[in-house]
């Protein structure tokens, strides 16, 4: 997506980790909050042995909604594949290959509140007797700003349906400045929606409804899952963007209990 290179990721069952692991030549990339790249550039990077890997929301989302199984995703480049900008494809590889949707939670001791970059994020533990939920406002459109909504229940809700498909977006008036930047060097139409005041440029339709804000949503689970899995909360997220969502993961790790526990899709059964 943003280094423009062309990229392929396998996925290798693993004996030795505990959990997912993206391996680059000889190097080992733990999603968790330690390899957490500083600087978020719309979008979220690990970092070891002084390399690092880029555009690992996506995967996680999806490995996330599969209870966050060990692999080793070995990658040939500088980031993970862009796909077709949702987490769809890996979505329906992972359920292929025979895994059952069920998320990875973790549990936190307390609430987190955090503001960054013109965002809130509020996450609120709740019991195991109640459904964790998940939140996204978001503001579409950088001139005519209109509020969106989309709650998403990880238990209740199927993400394969309502998550995963969920493309990666900008806005038409971003796209000059982004290149300048250096970003989304293998951006096109055929990996990303690009939204002009009045929704979808032409050519281009949503795959359903709020797919900015749902894909916002898609992203935030790729990167609380560097928690070990997604917070049993009730997530409230408002104007989120990756640097937010980074800032919660620094704050909540240390209140992260390691026991990490999953739940059945369209249940409300814990295993
Ligand atoms: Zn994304």
Known sequence: MHSGEPCEARFAPSSQSAGVRFVRGGTSFLPDVHHLEAAARRATALEAGGQRLGTVEHFLSALCAMGM??????????????????AAPVHAALCRAGLRPRFAFVELDQEIEVRAQGGEARLRPVSSEQIPRLTAQVELGPCAPRMESVCFRPTVDDFGLD??????FCHLSEVESLRAQGLIRGGSLDCALVLSEDGPIPGQSYRLPQEPTRHKILDAIGDLSLLGGLPWAEIELFRPG?????????QAAPHVRKTQRFADALKTDLG
Do not use: C, Q
């Open 163 to 168: 998550i995963a498909p969920a493309r990666t």
């Open 242 to 250: 990756h640097a937010l969502i980074h800032e919660v993961v620094r």
């Open 69 to 86: 199984p060990a692999f080793d995703i070995e990658v040939d480049g500088p980031e993970l594949p862009i796909l077709d900008g949702s």
